[in-house]
Each structure stands twice: as structure tokens, then as C-alpha cells.
């Protein structure tokens, strides 16, 4: 079945660091890839998504492309803030028929001052 | 604003008794889900409905119903609730390829 393995675990920066937070996926068909965020209390929120091969989606300074070669989607901000600390999804949408989404366990980002 | 509302917000349940959590959505999917989530798991898909009338199971659907009686509302149903079922639940809607709305949870304690 379709799975998303992406960074255990914490993330420790400091603020204006770089931040990579690796995603890989392994789907049969073509899924869309999703970036979601959650802050303390609330539900994840949709960051970006992108759709097929070499795409780049963006949001709020976090960027990621679709690499249907190496199977990854990557999330990548140049320079984070400490108000980025929250928890990570990526995530597949439906692929060959299927309507079930796929997330991977999450990631925590926590960014010192 | 097209949106997901769960209710409650929190519960506290006893062992063995029955527990309904409800999801309302306005973005008229088709799609709707129910998760869980826990430290060291992340979101595991418990039910899931293709639109009204229909529910099919997850990935982790033993000790849970679900009920699909209308486009917006989708419930998750502890029939003989047990402590290992404590959890925050999250609902969310989406369509094929589309984003998914998730709501705000629900905190649930089961004594």
C-alpha cells in the first residue's frame, strides 16, 4: 500500500537557520504531495500541495518540489522563525482510485530565538 | 468560510459506555475521514465515507463504528468505550486529489 516516511522525530533550530525536513513516498499511480502543518491545539492546516513531476509548491516562505524520480518531497524554508515551530505532515492524496490519504508520522519543528 | 466542526471539544467517557463524536463540514466533499492521533503515531485513518451513506474502514477501524447520514455530517462511534481508545480525534473532509479541512479535534478521556 501507498506509505510517506519523512524526518523522526525533532527538529531543533535557531531562528534564521535553514530547515530541511526530509519526505519519500512510494504510491502506485501518480498522488498529489501535501505539506501540512499543526500548531498546539489545533487541527492540521494545508500549507501546499503539488500535483506532478518537478512542480513546486510554496507557501509562507516553505517550498517543496515533486521528484517522481527520487520519490521525495522535500520541505525546505531558507530562513525560519520561531513562530515555524509547530508539527509537519507530508502527505499523499489518492492514487489509483483510492480515497484514502496517506500521512507520514510527523515531524517536530522547534526554533530557538 | 467553507469549514469542519467537531463537537465535543473535550469528553471524558467511562470504560464501557458508548461515546459519539460528531463532524459537521460545509465545503460540500464527498470525502470525509476520521483520524487519530497519539504521540510516536501520528494520524491513523480509523473510518472513512465517500459520501452519504457509505463508510469503509480504515487502517485501524476494530472497536469503531462510523455513520454517514448526510454530505455534512459524519460521526465516529465508540460503541464499549475502553481506556486505550483515550486520544484526540480529528475529522476532515476532502475530494480526490483535493486539500483536506481538518477540524479542531476532540480531546477524549476514557476513565
Known amino acids: 500500500g501507498d506509505s510517506v516516511t519523512q524526518t523522526e522525530g525533532q527538529v531543533a533550530l535557531s531562528e534564521e537557520d535553514f530547515l530541511t525536513i526530509h519526505c519519500n513516498y512510494s504510491?502506485?499511480?501518480?498522488?498529489?504531495l501535501f505539506w501540512y502543518v499543526q500548531y498546539p491545539g489545533e487541527g492540521p492546516q494545508f500549507l501546499f500541495r503539488?500535483?506532478?513531476?518537478?512542480e513546486k509548491g510554496s507557501s509562507r516562505g516553505f517550498e517543496a518540489t515533486y521528484d517522481k524520480g527520487t520519490t521525495s518531497f522535500h520541505l525546505r524554508k531558507a530562513s525560519v522563525q520561531e513562530s515555524d515551530s509547530a508539527v509537519y505532515y507530508c502527505?499523499?492524496?489518492?492514487?489509483?482510485?483510492?480515497?484514502?490519504?496517506?500521512f507520514g508520522k510527523g515531524t517536530s519543528l522547534v526554533v530557538h530565538p | 468560510e467553507a469549514a469542519v466542526t467537531q463537537s465535543p471539544r473535550n469528553k471524558v467517557a467511562v470504560t464501557g459506555g458508548k461515546v459519539t463524536l460528531s463532524c459537521n463540514q460545509t465545503?460540500?466533499?464527498?470525502?470525509m475521514y476520521w483520524y487519530r492521533q497519539d504521540t510516536g503515531h501520528g494520524l491513523r485513518l480509523i473510518h472513512y465515507?465517500?459520501?452519504?451513506?457509505?463508510?469503509e474502514k480504515g487502517d485501524i477501524p476494530d472497536g469503531y463504528k462510523a455513520s454517514r447520514p448526510s454530505q455534512e455530517n459524519f460521526s465516529l462511534i465508540l460503541e464499549l468505550a475502553t481506556p486505550s481508545q483515550t486520544s484526540v480525534y480529528f475529522c476532515?473532509?476532502?475530494?480526490?486529489?483535493?486539500?483536506?479541512?481538518f477540524g479542531s479535534g476532540t480531546r477524549l478521556l476514557v476513565i
Open positions: 476532515a473532509s476532502g475530494g480526490a486529489n483535493s486539500d483536506y479541512t
Open positions: 465545503n460540500n466533499h464527498n470525502n
Open positions: 465515507s465517500y459520501g452519504a451513506g457509505s463508510t
Open positions: 503539488a500535483s506532478r513531476d518537478k
Open positions: 502527505a499523499l492524496g489518492s492514487s489509483g482510485g483510492n480515497y484514502k490519504p496517506t
Open positions: 504510491a502506485s499511480g501518480y498522488p498529489a
